[in-house]
């Protein structure tokens, strides 16, 4: 592999912006998609989460090609529907669970930076309580405890994910400019969809672990 397996994602996040300080719908779900085989390299255990989070994005990809030009904007498509959508087939419900899996990706990252004493399933455990466990029911938090004690080889992951690239100062880049992006979201779903948003997000979705989560609470989440 040339370069590492962030490589394309620090490439396309240049482009996620808009002149204008814009959050663009194709380029920050692209980046999405360039970092999401990171979690292949867990195995097996993991599918489910790719799958959850895979569909998410093509939710969201789905709606943008269904109108390019009015959905170039990624938070156009959540303005459209705040007011009817109410479910978790909205697109404010994949942007919102994609961003959580995202904030997950990024928390591992920063502790395999920052533990070089840990194992992977500390890195994992470590993440997770801090990013995706708060809004899970027992039965997911149960799928992924399992999960991340299956986690891979700190060394033979790294090796992997680094390619012939530095992947400390890749992995160390992606976390610094691509957190903001994930702040910027929560920033806007929390101020734009505002409560009506936080009730009808319950998830009770047909792919992945999501279908397992818990409601959202009535004051949604602060970040």
Request: net charge neutral.
């Amino acid at each position: 592999m040339e370069g590492t397996v962030f490589t394309q994602a620090l490439e396309g996040m240049k482009h996620v912006k808009s002149e204008e300080g814009v959050m663009l719908t194709k380029p920050f779900l692209n980046v999405c998609k360039q970092i999401l085989p990171v979690i292949d390299k867990f195995g097996p255990a993991m599918a489910l989460a790719k799958s959850d989070n895979g569909g998410n994005i093509i939710r969201l990809e789905n709606k943008y090609l269904s109108n390019p030009t009015q959905y170039n904007h990624l938070y156009s498509m959540v303005q459209e529907e705040a007011k009817t959508a109410k479910g978790s087939s909205s697109c404010a419900d994949g942007l919102l669970w994609l961003t959580r899996a995202m904030d997950f990706l990024v928390g591992l990252f920063r502790n395999l930076l920052e533990h070089q004493d840990w194992s992977m399933s500390q890195a994992c455990s470590d993440s997770y309580g801090k990013t995706l466990k708060k809004w899970h029911g027992w039965l997911a938090r149960s799928s992924f405890t399992v999960a991340m004690k299956l986690a891979p080889d700190r060394k033979k992951f790294m090796d992997v994910i680094g390619g012939r690239g530095d992947v400390n100062s890749d992995m160390k880049k992606f976390c610094t400019t691509f957190s903001p992006f994930l702040e910027e979201n929560h920033k806007f779903l929390e101020h734009v969809v505002d409560l009506d948003f936080c009730a009808y997000n319950v998830v009770e979705r047909s792919q992945g672990l999501s279908h397992l989560c818990e409601p959202i609470p009535a004051h949604c989440d602060k970040h």
